[in-house]
């Protein structure tokens, strides 16, 4: 059941039966480093293990670092805007400015925001990597408000 929900992208109802987020785990390896210095939003490119990978799209997650736990969005996918067809998932982790370049991370997947699709540009990208924040923001700040009933 658990499997069929990840690969549907379902990810927000697995806790119902791991007692916990489903989560994938991987090396923070150099990427075509378009995130940051393109986009403006620097990324963390991971090399799973191993692990069962959700479908493929945009998700908020939170992200356990060796510099602590943060919230972020995660593209898993092909970034068709680019048309390199490489499989990657990218995790821009919010509100952080380290190094983690050849470290393990742990990536909570919490909700499933949206397809991957082909934008126009590098523009209408970046407006919806902005508008994906501000979803993933509001998404963090309505959980953290039920746990606090």
Do not use: W
Request: include cysteine; glycine fraction near 10%.
């Amino acid at each position: 059941m658990i499997r069929k929900l990840v690969m549907e992208g379902r990810v927000d109802e697995a806790p119902k039966y791991l007692g916990r987020y489903y989560q994938i785990r991987g090396k923070v390896i150099k990427g075509r480093e378009r995130g940051g210095s393109q986009l403006g939003f620097p990324t963390a490119n991971i090399k799973l293990h191993d692990e069962l990978c959700p479908k493929m799209g945009v998700y908020a997650v939170t992200v356990e670092t060796v510099n602590g736990n943060f919230t972020g969005v995660a593209n898993i996918g092909y970034s068709p805007t680019f048309e390199d067809h490489i499989f990657t998932i990218e995790v821009h982790v919010l509100d952080f400015s380290g190094d983690i370049y050849g470290t393990r991370i742990r990536v909570n997947m919490i909700k499933r925001l949206r397809d991957e699709k082909k934008f126009s540009g590098i523009k209408e990208l970046a407006t919806q990597i902005n508008s994906d924040i501000k979803t993933a923001r509001t998404l963090f700040e309505d959980l953290s408000n039920k746990t606090r009933l």
